[in-house]
């Protein structure tokens, strides 16, 4: 299971940091990630980091303000979200077992969101 917490109101130029924290399991051999959705549109990809940290990967949308890392000892996968724009807000959902498919990537676990709202 993936867990992810978080979220919440903050103003546009703020920042967030969600955590993702797996259990049942060990993730940590996997690429891991965060997707996010609004309602009415596909949930897109935002960011993935490999399985020791080396590799990282971000949509063109957050590339410079978003950072993602990984924590293998406990398990868990953060996003930091700096700059926040009224435009990120959105669920973000965390994601297991990515692999990439350009243009896509696919996720063979999902967690359950967290809602991030910036007000402008």
């Known amino acids: 299971q993936l867990q992810a917490s978080g979220g919440g109101l903050v103003q546009a130029g703020g920042s967030l940091r969600l955590s993702c924290a797996a259990s049942g399991r060990t993730f940590i051999y996997n690429t891991m990630g965060w997707f996010r959705q609004t309602p009415g549109k596909e949930r897109e990809f935002v960011a993935a980091?490999?399985?020791?940290?080396?590799?990282?990967y971000y949509a063109d949308s957050v590339k410079g303000r978003f950072s993602v890392s990984r924590d293998n000892a406990k398990n868990t996968v953060f996003l930091q979200l700096n700059s926040l724009k009224p435009e990120d807000t959105a669920v973000y959902y965390c994601?297991?077992?990515?692999?990439?498919?350009?243009?896509?990537?696919?996720?063979?676990?999902w967690g359950q969101g967290t809602l991030v709202t910036v007000s402008s």
């Open positions: 994601a297991g077992d990515l692999e990439r498919r350009p243009p896509k990537w696919i996720a063979g676990s």
């Open positions: 980091i490999s399985w020791n940290g080396g590799r990282t």
